[in-house]
């Protein structure tokens, strides 16, 4: 499917589980970012790459791990899933101008 | 350091009538500026965008947008409210490669 997708679209994880949210983009884009959005706080910032191979933090980083070893694909990871990790995630790739995935709703129990 | 603020954190408005929502902004240069819209379960879709030129953009879904840089804002307005705009809406000022958003505002449509 041509555009930005991510998977999986919902997951529930325990308290200290890794978890691992995918991002696929069919445009080359060279930009990738990473959201998260909580009620109140809009979308804000976790990571984002600027091409293969290079990262940086963004607002909110702690507790997050992402890596861009394809432009296509720009996994994030939470290395051990806390409660305050409950949150809807947004990928998005960027030509100049931001494009969204649909989101991923992840609860930490 | 860039912010946005969205001072409505809703507003209800009836159908078939005007709209607009507030957006400030904090930015030392030019500001690359958004607005996107979030119905409940999706991700965010651009509405319109301000580089340069004309200080009154339109958008799609008949939304059109006025910067103002003597009051950092950039306003969302549509003339007539359809059922279908109920959703929420952010705007967002873009620092070279980063965009930074507003909390957002949410719009509740009454018949």
């Known amino acids: 499917d041509a555009g930005i997708t991510q998977s999986p679209r919902y997951k529930i994880t325990e308290t200290g589980r890794q978890v691992t949210l995918m991002c696929h983009q069919t445009w080359s884009h060279s930009y990738m970012f990473w959201y998260r959005q909580d009620l109140g706080h809009g979308l804000r910032l976790i990571y984002y790459s600027a091409a293969a191979d290079i990262t940086d933090k963004g607002e909110v980083p702690d507790g997050y791990v992402v890596s861009r070893s394809k432009t296509e694909n720009f996994p994030l990871t939470l290395e051990s899933a806390t409660r305050s990790q409950t949150s809807v995630y947004f990928c998005a790739s960027s030509d100049g101008e931001q494009y969204f995935g649909p989101g991923t709703r992840l609860t930490v129990t | 350091a860039q912010s946005v603020t969205q001072p409505d954190i809703h507003i209800t408005v009836s159908e078939g009538a005007s709209l607009e929502l507030r957006c400030n902004y904090s930015y030392g240069a030019t500001p690359y500026l958004f607005w996107y819209v979030q119905s409940p379960g999706q991700g965010l879709q651009l509405l319109l965008k301000?580089?340069?030129?004309?200080?009154l953009v339109q958008g799609i879904k008949g939304f059109e947008a006025e910067f103002k840089r003597s009051q950092s804002s950039f306003n969302l307005r549509k003339p007539s409210v359809h059922w279908s705009d109920a959703a929420e809406y952010f705007c967002?000022?873009?620092?070279?490669?980063?965009?930074?958003f507003g909390a957002g505002t949410r719009l509740f449509v009454k018949a």
């Open positions: 301000y580089f340069s030129g004309d200080t």
């Open positions: 967002a000022v873009r620092e070279r490669f980063k965009t930074i």
